[in-house]
Each structure stands twice: as C-alpha cells, then as structure tokens.
C-alpha cells in the first residue's frame, strides 16, 4: 500500500517561512501530478498549489508569490516552501499525489497532513 509521508510545518511566526516536504513510499512507484491542499478550521479543503510530473506548477491566488512547489522526480516528493506567511495560512496541510505501481492503474493517495499555525 503507497503512504505519502509528510514532514514539516508546525509554528510559524506572520512574515516568516516554513517548508513542507512529502515522500512516496514505495520507490518502485510512478508519481504524475503532486499538489498540497489545506483545510483551515472552519472552512472546506483547498488546493494550495499543484506540479506536474515536468514542472509545471499552479497555485491558488491566496499563496501566489509567497508559496513555491518543487518536486524531485528520482526521490519521489514533494515540497513545499512557504514564505511571508499569514495567519490565515493556519491550516493542515495535505499532500496529494496520483500513483500508479507495476504499471496498473493510476490512484490518487493523500497524506496523513501536517499541522501549520501562523502566530507571534
């Protein structure tokens, strides 16, 4: 069964950054698109942001020039960086990828998410 593994977040102060990473467990996988969703309290899950397996990014216009998304296509994961954060950043933040293994069909698998709080 393929896990994506989070690490990063925890306590950020508003202006500051912090940096997000995901990795596919199984080394054997074929990884597509990779992104990283967020879901505030209150407030339904959003994608935050979105690579293709060439690079190709998007990103949600609430995080556009302060959040960059890369990826490492050997490693398999995925990261994150946030910067000039904000308190309405306070989020837990979900890695998403589509995987496929032995060359079956593609699936979409999420993280266990990561707690990000934005305060001073």
């Known amino acids: 069964q393929v896990q994506l593994v989070e690490s990063g977040g925890g306590l950020g102060q508003p202006g500051g950054s912090l940096r997000l990473s995901c990795e596919v467990?199984?080394?054997a996988a074929s990884v597509n698109n990779m992104a990283w969703y967020r879901r505030?309290?209150?407030?339904?899950?959003?994608?935050?942001?979105?690579?293709?397996?060439a690079g190709a990014t998007t990103y949600s216009d609430s995080v556009k020039g302060?959040?960059?998304?890369s990826r490492d296509n050997a490693e398999l994961t995925v990261a994150l960086t946030m910067s000039n954060l904000k308190?309405?950043?306070?989020?837990?933040?979900y890695c998403n990828a589509d995987v496929?293994?032995?060359?079956?069909?593609?699936?979409?698998y999420?993280?266990?998410g990561t707690q990000v709080t934005?305060?001073?």
């Open 87 to 93: 308190p309405e950043d306070t989020a837990v933040y």
């Open 100 to 108: 496929r293994l032995n060359g079956g069909l593609w699936s979409n």
């Open 25 to 27: 467990s199984d080394r």
């Open 40 to 53: 505030a309290p209150g407030k339904q899950r959003e994608l935050v942001a979105r690579i293709t397996h």
């Open 110 to 112: 999420w993280g266990q």
């Open 118 to 120: 934005v305060s001073s």
């Open 66 to 69: 302060r959040f960059t998304i």
